[in-house]
């Protein structure tokens, strides 16, 4: 059964001709396709744009809500290191309010301070960006090929360096605004003092259930600056945040590209659709040149049958063999549902695989009657992989090996061989392959229409974005924990001075940098799950209704290691520096 379908990229270029109808009336008497295996594209179709209906949304929708949460983790670290450099120049803002400058006019400072980075660092972002895209083009168009055979190179959007322009001045903006307010509250008194941090009046003491004081101090620290609480725990949250909703997208590419392992490069099966082909035809060509794999399939449908269950009333099911390699690729792409007990399919058994259905099907360890043979349903399918929408509209349709096929059957003969080849068959292979076959066969092709290229680029860019967001978050903590030491060496200076020695120093930054980091993941996962729910249903279920959403526990350990890595990255730049720094030099600066 051929699931192969007219890939996009002809649909984008007929709709431009004038003549779009016939051509593609044309090409699907070429590849013979019929509509139903069109419209199992329907949705990779939604993306490229060409159906303009409502399914366009919620991708609209996604997009937003990507680009808003990228703009406000960069607001976040932007403001979030300003902060800290404010932080380390209260002296400065202070002596600025003694020679005459009011608070409107450091916050006006600040602001244009932070603006004028942009005078560099948005003409560097949008050559850095257009140099990056030529070279993504480049590797799209002659690196995968496929679908971007014709993608255009060297070309420049006036559109997108105004939006990547706007975009990096109204985040520095928006970023500059909170440390801009710090600044203009630090007073001329702390020009001498340089403490911009007013001293907030004990009414208990510190009431933290751990055994080490150095730590309850650290928790202590980062719980009562409540803006670097925020902003730390932000960040933290944010990455996490970005990372379960692009692992949707992940997840979104499998379903439009599903890489299955018993892919076929070449297609053979009888012109009457019914069992014709000689099973000797498999050993024949398994040995020829440029074969990687052979496997076959025999069909019957329609067969009477007794459904043992009280779940299912129809009356007749479709048969279909699967050889073993067939069935190993149902574990490999993992098509089978919880509880399914594949091993007992294998040789010949009395177990079958039937498909799963949300409207009602058989349940592991039913029983079906054949003419004189019992079989018992040993697994499930998630969905129904011979149709179009992955449904089963009320059919039954049960899956057996080969062996058992022919037992049940008297068929040996295949209606289906499926072929894999090597990376180095040559069209003369193909064509040895060919001469094989007689007039009672047909002969596909599908070499063209690999996927494998496209599918692999679109995860490594989502991959890769998600590495540079965590990158540039890890970047930020290192850089705002680090900063933090520093603003406060004179509260450092004199925990050492009366005997704090320095693991307990470290002690006490590590509680701090772990206390941004468990809110952090706290936050990140109690919003990141369900809007990473939300995205699935909008994006995957909307249009294949067999998907069903689970909580990703893989995503969630991969953060927990990324939050344990940034945190220990965190804390031993400003450990070290406090280390190795004399408690002399530390104490002068008091």
């Given at each position: 059964?051929?699931e192969?379908a007219l890939?996009p990229?002809?649909y984008v270029q007929f709709?431009k001709d004038?003549?779009a109808?016939?051509r593609i009336?044309?090409?699907k008497e ?10 199992r594209?329907?949705?990779i179709l939604?993306?490229?744009?060409i159906?303009?209906d ?9 997009a937003a809500i990507l680009?808003?949460?990228v703009l406000i983790a960069g607001?976040?670290m932007?403001a ?7 932080a ?7 002596m600025?309010?003694?020679?005459g400058m009011s ?6 400072f600040?602001?244009?301070e932070?603006?004028?980075w942009c ?9 850095l ?5 030529w ?5 799209m168009r002659?690196g ?5 055979l ?11 360096i105004?939006?990547?322009?706007v ?8 970023a500059?605004k909170?440390?801009a ?6 007073s001329p008194v702390?020009?001498v003092?340089g403490?911009a941090?007013?001293a ?9 259930p751990f055994?080490k004081?150095e730590t309850?101090?650290?928790?202590q620290?980062?719980?009562?600056a409540?803006?670097n609480?925020?902003l ?7 990455s996490?945040i970005?990372?379960l909703?692009f692992s949707v ?6 379903y439009?590209?599903?890489q299955?392992a018993?892919?076929s490069?070449?297609?053979?099966y009888?012109?009457d ?8 035809l498999?050993h ?5 040149d440029?074969v990687?794999e052979?496997?076959?399939r025999?069909?019957?449908f329609?067969?009477?049958a007794?459904?043992?269950s009280?779940t299912?009333?129809?009356d ?6 699967f ?6 690729c149902l574990?490999?792409?993992k098509?089978l549902?919880k509880?399914s007990d ?6 010949n058994s009395n177990y079958?695989i039937s498909i799963h259905d949300k409207e009602?099907s058989?349940?592991?360890?039913d ?5 004189d043979?019992?079989l ?5 399918l998630?969905y129904d992989i011979?149709t179009?929408d992955?449904?089963?509209d ?6 057996t090996s080969g062996?058992?096929?022919t037992?049940l059957t008297n068929v040996?003969?295949y209606?289906?061989i499926?072929?894999?080849l090597?990376?180095d ?13 007689g007039?009672?066969c047909k002969?596909r092709?599908?070499r ?8 692999t680029a ?6 890769a ?6 990158l540039v978050?890890i ?7 680090s900063?933090s030491?520093?603003a406060r060496?004179k509260q450092y200076g ?5 005997g704090a020695?320095k693991h ?6 590590t509680a701090?940098a772990?206390?941004?980091a468990?809110s952090g993941?706290?936050?990140g ?5 369900p809007l990473?729910?939300?995205m699935y249903?909008?994006?995957i ?6 998907a069903?959403w689970?909580?990703p526990v893989?995503s ?10 940034s ?15 004399p ?5 002068s600066?008091l």
């Amino acid at each position: 059964m051929n699931e192969n379908a007219l890939t996009p990229a002809y649909y984008v270029q007929f709709q431009k001709d004038a003549g779009a109808s016939k051509r593609i009336e044309e090409i699907k008497e070429q590849y013979e396709l019929t509509d139903n295996s069109i419209e199992r594209n329907k949705a990779i179709l939604d993306i490229t744009g060409i159906n303009d209906d409502s399914a366009m949304q919620p991708f609209y929708l996604a997009a937003a809500i990507l680009f808003l949460l990228v703009l406000i983790a960069g607001v976040l670290m932007i403001a979030s290191s300003m902060n800290s450099d404010i932080a380390q120049r209260t002296q400065f803002f202070g002596m600025m309010r003694c020679i005459g400058m009011s608070k409107r006019q450091i916050l006006h400072f600040v602001r244009l301070e932070a603006l004028n980075w942009c005078k560099t660092a948005v003409p560097i972002g949008l050559a850095l960006g257009v140099v990056s895209t030529w070279g993504l083009c480049a590797v799209m168009r002659y690196g995968v090929g496929e679908e971007f055979l014709y993608m255009p190179l060297f070309k420049i959007s006036a559109v997108g360096i105004i939006s990547g322009a706007v975009t990096g001045i109204v985040t520095v903006f928006i970023a500059a605004k909170s440390p801009a307010k710090q600044a203009s509250k630090v007073s001329p008194v702390s020009a001498v003092s340089g403490n911009a941090v007013k001293a907030r009046g004990v009414h208990r003491a510190v009431n933290i259930p751990f055994k080490k004081i150095e730590t309850s101090l650290g928790i202590q620290r980062a719980l009562s600056a409540k803006k670097n609480l925020l902003l730390m725990t932000g960040s933290f949250a944010l990455s996490i945040i970005l990372f379960l909703s692009f692992s949707v997208l992940i997840e979104l590419v499998n379903y439009l590209m599903p890489q299955k392992a018993n892919y076929s490069d070449i297609e053979i099966y009888s012109v009457d659709n019914i069992n014709s082909l000689d099973s000797t035809l498999i050993h024949k060509i398994s040995d020829m040149d440029g074969v990687k794999e052979v496997f076959g399939r025999r069909s019957i449908f329609d067969i009477p049958a007794e459904l043992l269950s009280n779940t299912i009333s129809a009356d007749t099911v479709d048969l279909i063999s699967f050889d073993e390699f067939d069935l190993d690729c149902l574990t490999k792409d993992k098509e089978l549902r919880k509880g399914s007990d594949i091993s007992k399919v294998y040789g010949n058994s009395n177990y079958v695989i039937s498909i799963h259905d949300k409207e009602g099907s058989l349940k592991i360890g039913d029983k079906v009657r054949i003419g004189d043979e019992e079989l018992e349903v040993a697994g499930l399918l998630r969905y129904d992989i011979f149709t179009n929408d992955g449904s089963t509209d009320g059919r039954v349709t049960l899956i057996t090996s080969g062996e058992t096929f022919t037992r049940l059957t008297n068929v040996s003969d295949y209606s289906l061989i499926s072929i894999q080849l090597t990376k180095d068959v040559t069209d003369g292979d193909v064509e040895a392959i060919r001469s094989l076959l007689g007039d009672e066969c047909k002969f596909r092709d599908y070499r063209d229409q690999r996927t494998i290229g496209t599918y692999t680029a679109f995860v490594v860019l989502v991959y890769a974005f998600v590495v540079l967001i965590a990158l540039v978050a890890i970047l930020n903590i290192v850089n705002s924990i680090s900063m933090s030491v520093s603003a406060r060496i004179k509260q450092y200076g004199v925990m050492r001075a009366i005997g704090a020695d320095k693991h307990q120093v470290m002690r006490m930054i590590t509680a701090e940098a772990s206390t941004y980091a468990f809110s952090g993941f706290v936050i990140g996962c109690v919003v990141g799950v369900p809007l990473s729910k939300l995205m699935y249903d909008k994006l995957i279920t909307a249009h294949f209704s067999y998907a069903t959403w689970n909580v990703p526990v893989q995503s969630l350990l991969i953060i927990l290691i990324f939050i344990i890595l940034s945190t220990i990255a965190a804390v031993y730049v400003p450990s070290k520096r406090m280390s190795n720094m004399p408690i002399t030099e530390i104490i002068s600066e008091l």
